[in-house]
């Protein structure tokens, strides 16, 4: 309630400021005046209320989904008290699972991992960790009022303990475990974006026959000692540049690590699925790009790359050449 009243506070300033980092670490107990206090604001940022987007910053697993496409108001630092809330009431780290463990039809409801908590405490921090911004709680005032209510209703024995899981939204389900195309972590085979490293899963929910026969492709670069200096190019579409927060500029191929001289522009060129096929454009970069160090691209005129087929006795695959 305290840090729910602190942030009520900051979000109601004459230039509202949003805290975008809450997480247990940032909070300190003061054990003489039994006060919890909210530390670090390195990158708290007053926001305008024109602004259309912000510096995707925030700790995985404690920062929702919209902060990473650039979208901050208040209800970004109530999602993140409601993350806070769910660590230290279960003692399951968000950061473990950091993109789907609110998923609840897929992950364990806060009361199956700590049946001690009241129906009521569960459904409270349900709300304030909904993907969608506008099903939570929509102010620090509301979620503080909410907390208190509860507050009021445990101490007088008006709680109660284990209504039924459609009555709060879904029980968990059994699913597939598949594993992500590119960091290899176990996700369940319906998920949209891997849990472990935020990639879309282009293939989630297709017909596995459709998986195995569609071609994939997967860039290599050269000239490098790094041990892992390749890319899968599952998605339909991939951009291949330089990572640039400022301007949320987030390419598929991010080569910011191989380009120390950064010869490489932001949006330097795109590589995307055309049918079977693979096409390959450059975006009007600064320092234009080639092909296998011999055909050199005209800008925005897009050319096919040449695809091979190989076979062995136990498979039969594509690949880009």
């Not at 003692?91 to 009241?118: C, M, V, W, Y």
């Not at 879904?170 to 960091?183: P, S, W």
């Not at 195995?212 to 892992?228: C, H, N, P, S, Y």
């Not at 970069?285 to 080639?290: A, E, L, R």
Request: charged share 25%; proline share 6%.
């Amino acid at each position: 309630m305290q840090i729910a009243d602190v942030l009520h506070y900051l979000h109601t300033r004459p230039q509202p400021i949003i805290y975008r980092d809450l997480k247990p670490a940032n909070l300190m107990l003061d054990s003489n005046l039994n006060r919890i206090m909210l530390i670090d604001f390195g990158i708290a940022r007053w926001v305008n209320k024109k602004e259309k987007g912000v510096t995707a910053v925030g700790t995985m697993g404690y920062a929702p989904p919209e902060l990473f496409g650039g979208h901050a108001d208040a209800r970004v630092d109530i999602y993140s008290l409601g993350a806070t809330l769910f660590h230290l009431v279960t003692g399951s780290d968000p950061q473990d699972n950091p993109l789907l463990i609110f998923d609840f039809t897929k992950n364990p409801r806060p009361r199956q991992i700590n049946p001690a908590l009241s129906t009521e405490m569960e459904r409270l921090l349900i709300r304030a960790v909904e993907y969608k911004p506008e099903h939570r709680f929509q102010t620090g005032a509301e979620l503080r009022d909410a907390l208190n209510s509860h507050l009021e209703k445990l101490r007088s024995g008006q709680v109660s303990y284990g209504l039924p899981a459609m009555e709060l939204g879904g029980d968990t389900v059994a699913v597939a475990i598949v594993f992500c195309g590119f960091c290899g972590g176990r996700i369940a085979a319906d998920d949209i974006f891997c849990a472990h490293c935020g990639s879309k899963q282009p293939l989630a929910g297709a017909d596995s026959s459709a998986q195995l026969a569609r071609a994939t492709a997967k860039l290599i670069v050269a000239g490098t000692t790094e041990l892992d200096a390749s890319f899968n190019l599952q998605r339909d579409s991939n951009l291949v540049g330089r990572t640039d927060p400022l301007s949320n500029i987030f390419p598929e191929v991010d080569l910011s690590r191989f380009d120390p001289q950064t010869k490489v522009s932001r949006r330097h060129a795109r590589i995307w699925r055309d049918g079977e096929s693979f096409m390959v454009e450059d975006l009007g970069s600064v320092n234009g790009t080639v092909i296998n160090d011999i055909i050199r691209l005209v800008p925005r005129q897009p050319r096919a790359l040449w695809i091979v087929e190989t076979a062995s006795s136990s498979e039969r695959r594509r690949c880009i050449s």
